[in-house]
């Protein structure tokens, strides 16, 4: 049996926004979300509405990468057949961006144990956005395999077979505790793709703020400075720009809408009355979506 290299590390599926994100954001306030589900208990309405997020997430996922690919931070191992160039540098265009680490390259004249580990620094491998290069050794004409004889040559026009571990796209978690105003670290549920010397988001309302990174752990943030404001557990903190997060919420309104649900207005005379906003359907809502996101789409690992 042969498994692929990459099935741990595509399709998860992350939430991009928060429940109060979705409760008090302008473009929700005429959706009644306290409905989702009919005579049902407010534990069940918040649940439906975190499935929504979810599923809402997956929809922009899917726009910008197909059936596999994701926004959130995640690390990915990909492989295939390389040539250097001219140069004897390999570049490496994943199909995932943008690129925030390359933590494992493996290169020889086939998969298995033909492979043979790169020590990979910031000597020999540098990154941008969208792909990175790892530089040819310093002695060239290496040979790879037990004997040295009938491998893969690292040379110009030489088929390579190399397999790579990466980490791309934006840091997106929820606060696991709450914290105080001053506080100097932040509990979360991971920290995968953020790094000392980033900036972050909290994304908490009225308490939203910019927090810059000192160090991480697995579970823990501490920052370069105090924060401004108390937050509570469930808060999002993301590098993900907020247009993202803004089509989520479409989409979210988006399939709300689908199910009938409409909002509710006081007219003059006090009397509430049923209408939709405007004459918007949910495909307008979808659409809006699909446009804020149009920037971030990828084909085939290139913008």
């Known amino acids: 049996m042969v498994v692929a290299p990459f099935f741990q590390t595509e399709g998860i599926v ?5 429940l109060n994100e979705v409760k008090f954001s302008p473009t929700a306030s005429a959706i009644d979300f306290s409905n989702l589900i009919e005579n049902a208990s407010q534990v ?3 649940r439906a509405l975190s499935d929504l997020i979810k599923r809402a997430s997956s929809k922009a996922d899917i726009f910008c990468y197909g059936p596999l690919g994701t926004l959130n931070a995640t ?14 540098n390999i570049t490496f265009t994943p199909s995932y961006t943008p690129v925030l680490e390359v933590t494992d390259i493996q290169v020889g004249w086939g998969p298995g144990d033909g492979l043979q580990e790169i020590t990979i620094s910031s000597s020999n491998v540098a990154i941008d956005r969208y792909q990175f290069i790892l530089t040819a050794p310093t002695t060239l004409g290496l040979y790879f395999g037990s004997l040295g004889i009938a491998g893969a040559r690292w040379g110009y026009q030489s088929n390579m077979w ?10 997106n978690t929820f606060t696991t505790a709450t914290s105080a105003a001053g506080a100097t670290t932040l509990h979360v549920t991971d920290t995968l793709g953020l790094y000392p010397g980033m900036t972050f988001t909290i994304w908490d309302g009225m308490n939203d703020e910019v927090v810059t990174v000192a160090s ?10 105090p924060t401004q404001y108390p937050h509570g557990s469930g808060v999002n903190v993301s590098t993900m720009p907020a247009a993202i997060k803004q089509a989520v919420i479409h989409f979210i309104v988006a399939m709300v809408k689908e199910r009938g649900q409409g909002g509710l207005v006081i007219n003059d005379i006090g009397e509430p009355s049923a209408i939709s906003a405007r004459s918007e359907t949910s495909y307008e809502d979808e659409l809006r979506g699909e446009v804020l996101l149009e920037p971030f789409k990828v084909i085939s690992g290139r913008q």
């Open 75 to 88: 690390s990915n191992t990909e492989n295939g057949w390389y040539r250097p160039n001219r140069d004897g």
């Open 162 to 171: 190399c397999q790579y571990t990466y980490i791309n796209g934006w840091f």
């Open 216 to 225: 991480v752990t697995a579970t823990t943030i501490t920052l370069a400075s």
């Open 44 to 46: 069940a309405q918040d």
């Open 14 to 18: 992350e939430p991009y926004v928060s």
